[in-house]
């Protein structure tokens, strides 16, 4: 007779390598909208204040953007 353990440590393993890997992807997903969220909201905010719309919207959408990919640099490397 082969008394060998039963299947459900391997089920376990993938179980927890497939939720790592959605909290992960899931992880990237927030931290680019929020960053895109916040600068699109501060140049939104500086524009109605200094009267000086779309130029800090845009500049300051591109700044969230740029953080955006840092951050995203950041998280790949960490992993």
Same mark, same amino acid.
């Given at each position: 007779?082969?008394?060998?353990?039963?299947?459900?440590?391997?089920?376990?393993?993938?179980?927890?390598?497939?939720?790592?890997?959605?909290? @992960?992807?899931? =992880?990237?997903?927030? $931290?680019?909208?929020?960053? /895109?969220?916040?600068?699109?909201? *501060? &140049?939104? @905010?500086?524009? =109605?204040?200094?009267? $000086?719309?779309?130029?800090? /919207?845009?500049?300051?959408?591109? *700044? &969230?953007?740029?953080?955006?990919?840092?951050?995203?640099?950041?998280?790949?490397?960490?992993?």
């Amino acid at each position: 007779m082969n008394d060998s353990p039963p299947e459900k440590p391997k089920k376990k393993k993938r179980r927890g390598e497939a939720l790592r890997a959605m909290q @992960f992807i899931s =992880e990237i997903g927030v $931290t680019v909208a929020v960053c /895109l969220f916040i600068g699109v909201f *501060i &140049g939104r @905010f500086l524009d =109605e204040r200094l009267h $000086t719309s779309p130029w800090l /919207l845009l500049t300051f959408s591109l *700044i &969230g953007a740029g953080a955006a990919f840092k951050m995203l640099l950041e998280v790949g490397t960490k992993k």
